[in-house]
């Protein structure tokens, strides 16, 4: 079982390298997580404390290369410091979906019978009701905005997607011969779940974990650019484009790079999310 | 006839569940909703007379119905701002989303149905990869920098559309026309990305199957085979990723209506969030979520439309 | 003797594989004569699908092509027409039915659209016409209350119904030639019977030649007046059909007609040819059929057989049996 899984990774692994398109995606996330992690590095301005009122929406020069926002701050240092924010963006959501999404869909689509299609099914359909912003937007209404409780409105969003696709894939799986097998064995029903069932759900689940940190870069730039995801002057890059929204028309550069940086950076998870799906999808030819 | 009834029948208990959801989430305020609302400031009596006014000195139990029964009748409550009847102000808003929605929906099926099917006709090809690769960038930039960066290139640069504003079409419908310009396309675009995948992969599918090849075998032109044979069957499960796609939309425009400052929905419930009016947030969230369940009954009874099987009830009991 | 409708000229298919080419039919040659029928006969992957396919030029261009021979339909070479020429022969002149009638109609529009659809093309009547005709087709084909039928789905008949309407559409326009793949292979065993009996009639009526392409004796034998054995892409024996029964002379129609379970005097245990087909493509300097042929020896390692002719209507591809003869 183990060795057989570990063959379909070893098998994806090299489809995933000969697509290139795929290993660009890779190269792109690689690349934010480097400048997150080494930002003070990558520039000498502070994000938030380093504010030059001798140089406020200044056009990019050889002391700030992208110009800098309306207090002054380097456009730059700003960028490289979302990094952080943009990562976080990308991995908080997307856990929380799965930590609380996958138990939740193997119990459901393991157990079968009421709960699982009278409470679990129900409330799903129910909660892919709400349009997902208008889901942050209620959670901002209540708890307050903030970068924090944008995460988890996003995440909440992203349940009833990874709900379904585990329980389908177990309700899918769990009638094979090899999970009767380790059934009549006496295996426990944890054990099946978790040794038997879910290494077999990973394969479509980690291509929907990357597609879905796409979706949540895009949703945490959003909302912080209406105002109800980070704070202003937190370096988020969609709290760049709310700034640079104001200077439109007098100082249009200042949208330009963090809506580039976004672009990039999503354009690497999509990719990436392509990459996977074909490699570990045997059903799609090359 | 059946298969509606049923179907409508289905959406009930999810209705309730929204329902639930949507009233619960006042109780998710942190301290006391009246003191919330009001302000730490507030008289004790000016609270008391809130908490009246909100009902909340009853059980939860009774609230909901209270709540819900008012709903049911049509009265979703007035804001907390200035009172008005929330039914009105959603009424004022909900015009001008909606054109977005068409708006932008129109937009992506006219980039993607032609570059779907021409990529799924010819795949592999020079143009199939054009397409694929304008599909990927389309699923990447968020739609609000698309929206920012049009303005920048077409209000500012060029001057011939406005950079933002909402003239009602029955006002002006030229100028009308001119102000959603911008925004359809924006928003529009990222969805025709999403869709032009979902077509292109339902057309390759269909191509390869049995009946194509009797089609062709007919003598029947390539055109005749595309549009006549296989663009029906390809739409069958493209009508649901549209119909998820309608109802994301009554989402997705939050944000654009913010960038081009339209008094559409979304921007209701920006702005009803940042007045803390609680109620008008409530009612707002409610009526979208109704909407998306009514949008799914909608796309399943499209889907009995197009596909006989179904209509005709056979293989239609999942 | 009339003349051929159909002569088919050392045709050779290739399979296109991530740039390299695989011989998939290799020189085959079949002359066909209206109101007979033909069959060509071998175990799946032998490249007989393939063979109708191209007669009908519908490879699929990506990964299959043409490469050597012609197609002649009244002397008219089909390998050299444009796609828009090709398509007033498809179901005009030459008409095809497939072995999956579950899935060969489209499920979305009735028979009475499927069927007239070609009729209006290929003989530019009107629909009110077109009905007519589609009407009459289908009480050719013994469906009982065919204008019902006009409006039903797909999805609403059976196997055996849905392979009458096949037949009703393939034979809309009078063809001169009907390619049937394997048409009764998905069916039930009753069934079968019918759809043979009504294309030998049919056959007759419209004096059509018809190409019957499957794996089982059996089939031929009801229906074919010559038969073409395939294997590994090429024809190994042609003979009459009552020559081939009563005189296999190559030995995998030896063992094809060893497998058919009521001709089997062998045992208890039915017979079937060791080994399987070698995929296309796989290197093989003699006989192609050498590794599972019993009679085997060091000449037939060495060389491939040439297909030797012995009389008008039979020719073999063995060392052995021409040898013999």
């Known amino acids: ?286 | 006839m059946r298969v509606i009834i049923k179907r409508i029948a289905s959406a009930i208990p999810v209705l309730a569940l929204v329902s639930i959801m949507v009233f619960l989430m006042l109780q998710l305020l942190p301290g006391d909703p009246a003191t919330v609302i009001l302000g730490e400031e507030a008289t004790p009596e000016a609270v008391e007379a809130m908490r009246e006014h909100l009902g909340l000195n009853k059980p939860l139990i009774v609230q909901y119905f209270d709540w819900i029964t008012k709903v049911l009748q049509g009265n979703l409550g007035e804001s907390l701002v200035d009172g008005t009847s929330v039914n009105q102000l959603i009424m004022e808003r909900l015009p001008a989303t909606i054109e977005l929605a068409l708006g932008s929906f129109l937009v992506a099926l006219l980039i993607a149905l032609p570059c779907g099917i021409l990529s799924a006709a010819r795949p592999n090809t020079f143009a199939d990869h054009l397409c694929s690769f304008i599909s990927m960038i389309g699923m990447s930039i968020p739609h609000f920098w698309l929206g920012m960066m049009c303005i920048i290139v077409f209000a500012v640069e060029l001057g011939v559309l406005p950079a933002s504003g909402y003239v009602p079409f029955f006002d002006d419908p030229a100028e009308n026309l001119k102000s959603i310009i911008l925004p359809v396309v924006a928003t529009g675009f990222r969805e025709s990305a999403i869709l032009m995948r979902m077509i292109r992969s339902s057309m390759l599918e269909v191509l390869q199957s049995d009946y194509i090849r009797t089609a062709k075998a007919k003598g029947l032109s390539e055109m005749t085979v595309l549009f006549g044979h296989a663009l029906k069957n390809a739409m069958i499960p493209v009508i649901t990723t549209s119909g998820i796609m309608l109802a994301g939309l009554l989402g997705g425009l939050v944000i654009t209506e913010s960038i081009f400052n339209i008094p559409g929905y979304g921007k209701l419930v920006i702005d009803s969030v940042f007045n803390r009016d609680f109620i008008t947030v409530q009612s707002a969230i409610l009526v979208s979520a109704v909407f998306v369940v009514f949008i799914n009954i909608a796309v399943d009874l499209l889907y009995a439309f197009v596909d006989p099987r179904i209509r005709l009830g056979k293989e239609g009991n999942s | 003797m009339a003349e051929a409708v159909l002569k088919i000229k050392n045709l050779c298919v290739d399979f296109l594989d991530d740039h390299t080419i695989v011989p998939a039919v290799s020189d085959l040659s079949i002359d066909i004569f209206p109101g007979e029928t033909v069959g060509l006969v071998g175990e799946s992957g032998c490249g007989k699908s393939t063979t109708s396919l191209a007669i009908m030029r519908l490879l699929d261009t990506n990964n299959a092509r043409i490469s050597k021979g012609s197609i002649e339909l009244h002397g008219q070479d089909l390998t050299k027409l444009s796609e828009k020429e090709m398509q007033r022969i498809r179901g005009k002149e030459i008409s095809m039915i497939f072995q999956e009638p579950m899935t060969s109609l489209n499920p979305v529009y009735t028979i009475g659209r499927q069927l007239t659809e070609g009729i209006v093309l290929h003989q530019g009547v009107s629909q009110k016409e077109a009905e007519t005709i589609a009407i009459d087709m289908l009480q050719k084909v013994d469906i009982p209350r065919p204008e019902i039928m006009m409006k039903s789905y797909p999805f609403e008949l059976s196997g055996g119904m849905r392979q009458r309407v096949m037949i009703a559409i393939a034979l809309s326009c009078n063809p001169k030639i009907l390619i049937a793949d394997e048409p009764t292979t998905a069916l039930d065993v009753t069934v079968q019977a019918q759809i043979l009996d009504l294309m030998n009639s049919l056959r007759d009526e419209l004096q059509m030649a018809v190409i019957l392409i499957t794996h089982d004796l059996g089939v031929v034998a009801e229906i074919c007046k010559y038969v073409y054995v395939m294997y590994a892409g090429q024809i190994v024996e042609t003979a009459a059909i009552d020559d081939l029964l009563n005189d296999p002379l190559h030995p995998y129609t030896q063992g094809l007609l060893n497998s058919m379970p009521d001709r089997w005097q062998g045992g208890d245990r039915l017979y079937n040819i060791p080994g399987t087909v070698p995929l296309p493509g796989t290197e093989i300097k003699g006989c192609k059929f050498a590794d599972r042929c019993e009679y085997c020896t060091e000449k037939c390692r060495q060389a491939p057989p040439p297909l030797v002719r012995l009389d008008e209507h039979r020719s073999v591809r063995c060392f052995r049996s021409a040898g013999t003869q």
């Open chain 1, 1 to 286: 079982m183990n060795r057989k899984s570990q063959s379909v990774y070893a098998l994806a692994f090299h489809r995933f390298m000969r697509n290139k398109q795929a290993v660009l995606g890779a190269v792109i996330i690689l690349g934010l997580v480097f400048v997150a992690v080494f930002a003070p590095f990558l520039t000498h301005y502070d994000p938030i404390f380093d504010q030059d009122y001798n140089a406020v929406l200044a056009s990019p020069s050889s002391a700030h290369i992208f110009g800098t926002d309306d207090l002054g701050r380097d456009t730059f240092a700003r960028l490289v410091y979302g990094a952080r924010l943009t990562t976080a963006a990308a991995v908080l959501p997307v856990a929380f979906a799965f930590f609380v999404g996958v138990p939740i869909g193997l119990y459901s689509g393991y157990k079968g019978g009421f709960i699982d299609q009278w409470i679990i099914t129900r409330l799903v359909d129910a909660l892919q009701a709400f349009p997902s912003l208008m889901l942050a937007l209620a959670l901002a209404a209540v708890l307050g905005g903030g970068f924090l409780n944008a995460m988890l409105a996003i995440g909440i969003g992203f349940l009833p997607a990874f709900i379904r696709i585990t329980r389908g894939q177990v309700i899918a799986l769990k009638n094979q011969e090899y999970i009767l097998a380790a059934r009549s064995i006496g295996c426990s029903n944890l054990r099946i779940a978790l040794v038997h069932i879910l290494p077999n759900v990973m394969p479509t689940l980690l291509v929907q974990i990357t597609l879905a940190m796409a979706t949540a870069i895009i949703s945490e730039a959003g909302l912080s650019y209406i105002g109800v995801g980070a704070s202003p002057e937190q370096p988020s890059w969609g709290s760049l484009l709310r700034t640079a929204q104001s200077y439109l028309v007098t100082q249009p550069w200042v949208a330009a790079f963090p809506g580039l940086a976004i672009s990039l950076v999503v354009l690497g998870f999509n990719m990436m999310g392509d990459g996977l799906r074909r490699a570990l999808d045997p059903k799609i030819k090359q």
